[in-house]
């Protein structure tokens, strides 16, 4: 088993066109000064159930995260995870080596002989369920390549979440052989991942290009209304028909969901590091008022946008908030 997982998971080599960047190019990056202040650590990670399987080490537990941070992986082994929660969604990860960032998803694998830094800056105290897989690495397998890791770290499989999601809801409750139902599990989404990797050469041709997902970011990020189907379509110069095919392929999610998740990514690190007005975020962001901000916040973050600024205000006080960067709540 473990050369079938060195040829599924390391035994492909592909292009990524623009996939890395198709997200986060507008997410707030990891300054000098940011990575002085909060550091860079291993995660807060609280394992609650931990079996040992055929080709690696699954772990049911949650992130407690007690304020802005930024995770620190090592790359001596590959993991793969999911986390049960849009919390992580549109986070920045860097690996400061490469001198590249790319995007991080709810299912995600950190190839091993790469060192990650997650940025969870914008985030405020929290708890986030999630599963992770930790393979045992294989003595002859391929580390992926920088133009490879794009697609890994964000992976839009529906097969490999699915495979994650029943693996964990077995760890949680194990009935009839669960042993041997968990290591079949995990063996279908290794597969399945596989898979996804192999096939996104195919992929690529199916997707916009990343001058096209700029000027769709242009368009979101702007100050006023969000743009329409048909003038993200025209700016990218295809049919409005198209243009949907063509952008579920690039980024796995409806267009809707992605133009609030990119805002709201924006309000979260703005409600982290700047002292303005709810109100003015939200319009800043683009929406048409508080209350439409608020209901997004909360549907992405599980909060209101206050809740989230008076919990980072919470850490700020205990960890000590350098001058001139004090919040307040408004």
């Keep these: 088993m473990r050369a ?31 990575h002085d202040r909060f550091g860079a650590k291993s995660e807060d990670w609280y394992p609650t159930v931990c079996r040992d399987l055929s080709i690696g080490t699954v772990e049911l537990g949650e992130y407690r995260l007690h304020g802005p941070t930024i995770f620190r992986l090592d790359g001596l082994k590959s993991r793969l995870e999911i986390v049960m929660s849009d919390a992580f969604t549109f986070l920045k990860v860097c690996a400061p080596e490469e001198g590249a960032s790319y995007a991080r998803g709810r299912t995600a694998l950190f190839s091993r002989g790469f060192i990650f830094e997650v940025d969870g800056t914008s985030l405020g105290p929290m708890t986030v369920p999630a599963l992770r897989c930790t393979f045992r ?56 991942l596989g898979r996804y990797l192999r096939d996104s050469r195919s992929r690529q041709s199916a997707r916009l290009t990343a001058q096209q997902m700029e000027r769709v970011h242009r368009l979101i990020d702007a100050q006023s209304p969000l743009p329409t189907a048909a003038a993200l379509a025209a700016e990218c110069r295809v049919s409005r028909r198209h243009f949907f095919r063509l952008f579920r392929e690039t980024t796995g999610m409806s267009l809707a969901r992605y133009m609030m998740e990119r805002r709201i990514a924006r309000g979260r690190a703005m409600l982290s590091h700047d002292d303005l007005p709810t109100k003015q975020i939200a319009h800043l962001c683009g929406f048409p008022s508080v209350s439409a901000f608020n209901k997004a916040f909360r549907q992405i973050m599980g909060r209101t946008p206050r809740v989230f600024r008076q919990r980072v205000i919470s850490w700020r006080t205990v960890a000590g908030d350098p001058p001139g960067r004090s919040l307040t709540v408004r």
């Design 137 to 192: 690495d294989p003595s002859s397998d391929r580390m992926l390549s920088r133009e490879e890791i794009g697609d890994a770290l964000d992976v839009r499989s529906p097969a490999v979440s699915h495979a994650l999601e029943r693996l964990a809801m077995e760890l949680r409750s194990p009935g009839f052989h669960s042993g041997l139902l968990a290591d079949s599990l995990l063996n279908t989404a290794t597969i399945e």
């Design 4 to 34: 079938t997982l060195n040829v599924l998971l390391f035994g492909t080599s592909r292009r990524v066109a623009g996939k890395q960047t198709a997200a986060y190019d507008g997410a707030m990056d990891i300054s000098q000064e940011i």
